[in-house]
């Protein structure tokens, strides 16, 4: 690739031990695993003893790779976790976990339910054996079972054969996370990391869900879009954490890959100077779009949900029903005050800011992608940063260009997105054959490589368009639209190199054959 990855220098951190300043000396290339066992070793604690890292304010300092180094003349200090707060802990999490389960229990009436059916079984199954399973009887017991299987799937909110999460007919239905706001202390992001959020260089392997979750808090703070629009930093956090809780754990359309998208939307913010050119209603709709832009993916992409008739697919209409679907998940999550992050604007602004992220989600279609490049390319050369349908066409694309930009990252970070890719497109294309329905070729493993995947996206989807936007944007060369370039050779180079095994393969099998066609 064109961009080279970050050059990882050993860290020093200074601690107080026992009235004494101790220097601990790691690589970046440690986990954080690595550095508290070197923390513990330094302040003559047992390897596994549970710590925290305290500032010589008091103030918590996170451990992680990239963390904020200190100097001799502000010692960091580690302290042991008692048991007792363990326990206290411990003792919290079961009682919140027992209420939960009250709750629950009580908005399904399970136990009640799982009696009636147990009962209402034995009943039906004694008829049957005394009446001698009578024709009748049992076309009767038939209807029975179905009545209570319906009544199950009604009572339970449950649905059978559908390829979404939840279900918008139930009235009152909301998308809750799993845990509240976490009770961990704020991140400290070193300025090292600061930076690096603006680039495409950015290794987004390194970092667990609570760091993203941080790191996105962050762009918001950093932007000025919680002081523009009244946003609770409470309200924030809590809408992020039901944002991550909503991504499935798919291969590729998962939390991270939302990151990703994300933070390259970030990026180009920042590398492009948007907040010069446009609003921040403008960029507020850019970056909300970018985190909402996949949610609740069930890892089968259109296609699939409209040959298989899924419940999505008959729900829109078939017009890009996960599309249409990741819009209302996450207006489903705004729509609970605790979650809205746009509560304190008025109701006019708020429906201009709804319109254009669904706008925008929508236009991540790729179906679509010829048509709206086609509108962007029509006005590129006489854009006009005054024209709402400019600007509208533009953040379509933009937000285009950030949901397939992996590419443009240094090939270690980008690589592993296309093998968990492929992971996806197979298990689509073997249920596709099991079920009976069309699989596209570039989906089948029995057809598809690494490099011919790459290639023609490359060549044909990704360069055209960021040269594209290069136009309006000279600066991304560079940084975006060079590393496509080198990454198209990269895979053209290693396809060559592919073929000319194979073709050397060939030759030796060749020759291997004696002349009437039979092996020797």
């Not at 050993?10 to 690595?34: E, M, N, T």
């Not at 199954?125 to 319906?150: A, M, P, S, T």
């Amino acid at each position: 690739m064109g961009a080279a990855s970050s050059s990882y220098h050993p860290r020093a951190l200074y601690l107080s031990v026992d009235g004494k300043i101790q220097k601990v000396i790691f690589s970046q290339h440690c986990s954080q695993y690595d550095i508290r066992e070197l923390l513990c070793s330094s302040s003559n604690l047992p390897r596994n003893t549970a710590i925290s890292l305290v500032d010589s304010e008091g103030a918590m300092v996170p451990i992680y790779p990239a963390m904020p180094t200190n100097t001799p003349n502000c010692l960091y200090k580690v302290v042991p976790q008692s048991a007792g707060q363990a326990g206290d802990k411990e003792d919290m999490f079961q009682n919140v976990l027992t209420q939960v389960a009250d709750q629950f229990s009580r908005a399904f009436r399970i136990n009640e339910l799982k009696t009636e059916v147990t009962n209402r079984m034995a009943m039906l199954e004694k008829r049957v054996e005394l009446e001698g399973l009578k024709v009748l009887e049992i076309e009767k017991c038939k209807n029975d079972l179905r009545r209570l299987r319906d009544e199950m799937t009604s009572r339970g909110g449950g649905r059978m054969n559908c390829a979404c999460k939840y279900n918008f007919t139930d009235d009152g239905k909301k998308l809750s996370p799993r845990r509240d706001v976490p009770s961990y202390p704020k991140y400290t992001l070193s300025q090292e990391t600061i930076e690096a959020l603006k680039k495409p260089t950015f290794d987004v392997w390194h970092w667990e869900h609570n760091e993203m979750l941080s790191c996105l808090e962050y762009m918001y703070h950093d932007l000025g879009l919680v002081k523009e629009f009244s946003i609770n930093p409470i309200t924030l956090k809590r809408w992020l954490l039901n944002i991550q809780e909503n991504y499935r754990e798919n291969p590729f359309h998962n939390f991270r890959h939302c990151f990703c998208v994300s933070q390259i939307m970030y990026g180009m913010i920042n590398l492009c100077n948007l907040q010069e050119k446009l609003s921040m209603t403008d960029i507020s709709i850019l970056m909300t779009a970018a985190v909402c832009h996949d949610l609740d993916h069930p890892g089968y992409n259109n296609t699939y949900q409209i040959n298989a008739r899924t419940e999505l697919a008959v729900r829109y209409n078939d017009i890009s029903p996960l599309e249409n679907h990741h819009c209302a998940v996450a207006f489903q999550i705004l729509s609970q005050p605790e979650c809205n992050i746009f509560a304190n604007i008025e109701p006019e602004v708020f429906k201009q800011i709804r319109q254009a992220i669904i706008t925008l989600i929508l236009a991540t279609d790729m179906a679509r992608h010829g048509e709206i490049l086609d509108l962007f390319k029509s006005k590129v050369d006489n854009f006009d940063f005054t024209n709402e349908e400019h600007i509208k066409c533009l953040k379509m694309v933009l937000i285009k260009c950030c949901d397939i930009s992996n590419e443009v990252r240094p090939t270690e970070v980008a690589e592993p997105w296309v093998d968990y890719l492929l992971e996806e497109y197979f298990m689509q294309s073997d249920r596709e054959k099991s079920e009976g329905l069309p699989v596209a070729p570039f989906m089948d493993r029995d057809k598809v490589t690494k490099p011919t995947a790459q290639i023609g996206f490359i060549k044909f989807v990704l360069i055209p368009m960021f040269e594209t936007v290069m136009k309006l944007f000279p600066q991304i060369e560079e940084m975006m639209v060079q590393p496509l370039r080198d990454s198209r050779d990269h895979y053209e180079e290693l396809k060559q190199q592919n073929d000319d095994a194979m073709t050397e393969a060939q030759v030796k099998k060749t020759d291997s054959m004696p002349l009437g066609g039979k092996k020797k």
